[in-house]
């Protein structure tokens, strides 16, 4: 099976039944990528396919074959940051730090599809989105963080929101 991750040609041979989140865990030792609840419920295993956010604990690995897989360690590195990731420090984002990956794979996923303009169930039109800490939230509701840093998540990606705009 071949496909990119974090910007590389990748090569494996899963077994059929491994999803994508114990292919990035075992098979390539990308261990940011965590492992919550396994049934898609927490989001702790956030990764971005061809640019989309998804649960890597529940899609197959081999349903990715020739997909673009990107995962925390190809956000950014310690002396260069991603901007969510300097904001979650800035911000405080993080308490335990277990969800943090997720959390920023997903805000960075949030972050794109609000400037496709893809509006959300509490959007109020669907033609202009107000970047509300309800849509935020609501955005960002498949991430739980059991610390309860939620707040400082919030205004972590809404200070990377404002400086891109």
């Not at 492992?35 to 998804?54: E, F, M, Y």
């Not at 509006?119 to 669907?126: E, F, N």
């Amino acid at each position: 099976m071949h496909f990119t991750v974090n910007g590389q040609a990748r090569e494996a041979e899963p077994d059929i039944r491994a999803s994508l989140l114990d292919l990035l865990r075992e098979h390539l030792a990308l261990t940011g990528t965590k492992k919550g609840c396994d049934h898609g419920q927490c989001g702790a295993c956030t990764v971005l396919v061809n640019g989309r956010r998804i649960n890597s604990c529940l899609t197959l690995a081999v349903m990715h074959q020739d997909d673009d897989i990107l995962t925390i360690e190809g956000l950014g590195s310690a002396e260069n940051l991603h901007p969510l990731q300097a904001a979650f420090v800035k911000h405080d984002g993080f308490q335990c730090g277990y969800c943090t990956p997720g959390q920023i794979c997903s805000a960075v996923g949030m972050l794109d599809e609000v400037a496709k303009g893809w509006p959300s169930h509490v959007s109020a039109s669907l033609t202009e989105i107000e970047f509300s800490d309800e849509e935020i939230s609501e955005r960002m509701s498949g991430n739980l963080c059991r610390c309860s840093a939620y707040p400082n998540i919030v205004d972590a990606i809404r200070d990377v929101s404002e400086a891109s705009a």
